[in-house]
Antibody, heavy 121, light 108 residues
Framework: QVQLVESGGGVVQPGGSLRLSCAAS????????MHWVRQAPGKGLEWVAF????????YYADSVKGRFTISRDNSKNTLYLQMNSLRAEDTAVYYC??????????????WGQGTMVTVSS | DIQMTQSPSSLSASVGDRVTITCRAS??????LNWYQQKPGKAPKLLIY???SLQSGVPSRFSGSGSGTDFTLTISSLQPEDFATYYC??????????FGPGTKVDIK
């Protein structure tokens, strides 16, 4: 079945780094753009980053620009998020999500279960 | 940047009630508006895309309407499994997306 499984979360000190992974299965990963979305404890959803199907273009929220890098390996059906210079406010559940183009509109139709990142000393 | 607001922030309703949630964009976004449902501890689920199109597998009691800056998500007859938080999302400025702050629907 169509599935996204995140991994790599954990506890890291402020200023530290962490790399998240998202393994895709059940669909042609190399044909779809992919997103990272995060949710701080008790808060709403925040879009973090997007990468096109072939990795040719990447986009970031202002809150993570210059610190986070989204990438993908289509041969491994895996999406990544490299997070550097982490801050306490980056503490959140991080979800990967598949982008689906519905003709004139795109939305996030498949989500992973999320991985928790805690930035604390 | 496009800002999204939702009202109310929370509501209490009973099974069988008709529930309406409103989402407003800070500028016109045509019909580039999606709705998601999130239950506690779970990932969000796509309900409605392009303001009014029902995602495959979503019950027909869910409907969406609106265009421009004002949008509505309606649940025609609230079911026990519908108690959740609902988020709108603009896709007008794709691939930069913005979510609304959410509306929590709980049991009266």
């Amino acid at each position: 079945q169509v599935q996204l499984v995140e991994s790599g979360g954990g506890v890291v000190q402020p200023g530290g780094s962490l790399r998240l992974s998202c393994a895709a299965s059940g669909f042609t990963f190399s044909s779809y753009g992919m997103h990272w979305v995060r949710q701080a404890p008790g808060k709403g959803l925040e879009w973090v980053a997007f990468i096109r199907y072939d990795g040719s273009n990447k986009y970031y929220a202002d809150s993570v620009k210059g610190r986070f890098t989204i990438s993908r390996d289509n041969s491994k059906n895996t999406l990544y998020l490299q997070m550097n210079s982490l801050r306490a406010e980056d503490t959140a559940v991080y979800y990967c999500a598949k982008d689906q183009w519905f003709g004139e509109n795109d939305a996030f139709d498949i989500w992973g279960q999320g991985t928790m990142v805690t930035v604390s000393s | 940047d496009i800002q999204m607001t939702q009202s109310p922030s929370s509501l209490s309703a009973s099974v069988g009630d008709r529930v309406t949630i409103t989402c407003r964009a800070s500028q016109s976004i045509s019909s580039y508006l999606n709705w998601y449902q999130q239950k506690p501890g779970k990932a969000p689920k796509l309900l409605i895309y392009a303001a009014s199109s029902l995602q495959s597998g979503v019950p027909s009691r869910f409907s969406g309407s609106g265009s421009g800056t004002d949008f509505t998500l309606t649940i025609s007859s609230l079911q026990p499994e519908d108690f959740a938080t609902y988020y709108c999302q603009q896709s007008y400025s794709t691939p930069i997306f913005t979510f609304g702050p959410g509306t929590k629907v709980d049991i009266k």
